[in-house]
Nanobody, 130 residues
Framework: EVQVVESGGGLVQAGGSLRLSCSAS????????IGWFRQAPGKEREDVSC????????????YYADSVKGRFTISIDNAKNMVHLQMNNLNAEDTATYYC???????????????????WGQGTQVTVSS
């Protein structure tokens, strides 16, 4: 069974940093992409950062939403079956529940196409105080 579990959320002041972690089980990183998505109150869930291959292995890519480029970094720890999201220079607009998800992106879509992600964690809250 494909499972992902997030950890590492919390309360941080604006300008600070947090590292989120996603523990994965039941699958190989070679076969699934991992994505970080977030949802703020009253807003739709949105992509943040993703990494991995398409379902047919025609591409391997990483992706960052424009709002986090240059501040967030996604990385894979294959030895520990974990994916991390390092978040620096946080601001109030980053406040949201952050979700880790595993999926098999269609070769015709972006690596971070939300609909391609079927296995979701329970979410971890990130609150940035200004």
């Amino acid at each position: 069974e494909v499972q992902v579990v997030e950890s590492g959320g919390g309360l941080v002041q604006a300008g600070g940093s947090l590292r989120l972690s996603c523990s994965a089980s039941g699958f190989r990183f070679d076969d699934y992409a991992i994505g970080w998505f977030r949802q703020a109150p009253g807003k739709e869930r949105e992509d943040v950062s993703c990494i991995g291959s398409s379902d047919d292995k025609s591409y391997y890519a990483d992706y960052y939403a424009d709002s986090v480029k240059g501040r967030f970094t996604i990385s894979i720890d294959n030895a520990k079956n974990m994916v991390h999201l390092q978040m620096n220079n946080l601001n109030a607009e980053d406040t949201a529940t952050y979700y880790c998800a595993a999926g098999r992106p269609d070769a015709r879509s972006s690596v971070c196409w939300l609909a391609d992600y079927r296995s979701w964690g329970q979410g971890t809250q990130v609150t940035v105080s200004s």
